[in-house]
């Protein structure tokens, strides 16, 4: 069973109807990677573990054409999202200054990994300050796009081509982000939802997509993380005076 959107869907069957339905593209790969899911969530449910699973849903409303998008398993976490799952799980503090394999920091977008994160938390509720929340136009956290290409990396950290918050050229009008929570036993789904803008007077295509999140700890406050980077399967040109809907559909259920 898959929950989306508050709906249990029996098999991968009725997910891909649904999606056709809404004009989402799902792509051979990605439906191979649902498929995959549903087995492993039945092994998962038999064994009493908790089975997560992120949905990237893309919408597009460009002017004078039907609104369409694409479906996708989000299962591009990157080694931050890990160290630090890892640390609510087992309690340890971060310590140290080198990043990747076998050392257990973080890796802040500005790239300077920091030591001893002894007190690296929330400084607040992640649904309204920290977390993926993101105010309108800040991009420093929350839901972000851009123009890149480049294959999904685990130590992957910042993103390098993100379209700016703007109204000119090459830029997007970033709306707030913010979260909606939804219970359909036995699965509790977080939908981080932003609504993007086109008023820069051309074309942009968005062919990648972060989370961006904003921890607080004891100096300094306030830094960006990246937790996650997906690279659509294809890239989605948003006409001027478009409209882009980004929704990651962060789903556990239960045992």
């Known amino acids: 069973m898959i929950t989306l959107k508050g709906k249990n869907y029996k098999n991968t069957d009725e997910l891909f109807h649904d999606a056709?339905?809404?004009?989402?593209d799902i792509s051979?790969?990605?439906?191979?990677?649902f498929e995959k899911y549903a087995r492993l969530q039945k092994v998962s449910q038999a064994l009493q573990l908790p089975t997560p699973l992120a949905v990237l849903e893309i919408r597009v409303k460009n002017p004078n054409q039907a609104e369409r998008g694409q479906l996708k398993i989000s299962d591009s976490w990157v080694r931050n999202q890990y160290c630090r799952q890892q640390q609510c799980m087992a309690l340890a503090n971060f310590i140290g200054t080198?990043?990747?394999n076998s050392y257990y920091v973080l890796k802040p977008t500005g790239?300077?990994?920091?030591?001893d994160y002894d007190a690296l938390h929330f400084g607040g509720s992640p649904e309204t300050v920290y977390g993926y929340y993101a105010a309108g136009g800040d991009i420093s956290t929350g839901?972000?796009?851009?123009?890149?290409?480049?294959?999904?990396?685990l130590d992957s950290?910042?993103?390098?081509?993100?379209?700016?918050?703007?109204?000119?050229?090459g830029k997007l009008s970033y709306n707030a982000c913010g979260v909606t929570k939804t219970w359909s036993s036995p699965t509790?789904?977080?939908?981080?939802?932003?609504?993007?803008?086109?008023?820069?007077?051309g074309t942009i295509t968005v062919n990648e997509c972060v989370l961006y999140t904003q921890l607080n700890y004891q100096a300094p406050y306030g830094v960006s993380f990246m937790?996650?980077?997906?690279?659509?399967?294809?890239?989605?040109a948003i006409l001027d005076a478009g409209q882009l809907t980004v929704t990651y559909n962060i789903v556990i259920t239960f045992p």
């Open 20 to 24: 056709i339905a809404m004009n989402l």
């Open 28 to 33: 051979d790969i990605e439906k191979v990677k």
């Open 98 to 100: 080198t990043f990747g």
């Open 111 to 115: 790239g300077l990994v920091l030591s």
């Open 143 to 153: 839901i972000v796009v851009g123009t890149g290409i480049t294959a999904e990396s």
């Open 157 to 169: 950290y910042v993103l390098t081509t993100p379209i700016a918050n703007g109204t000119v050229s």
């Open 188 to 201: 509790w789904t977080a939908a981080w939802v932003r609504i993007i803008n086109n008023n820069s007077g």
């Open 227 to 236: 937790m996650n980077r997906d690279k659509l399967s294809s890239g989605e």
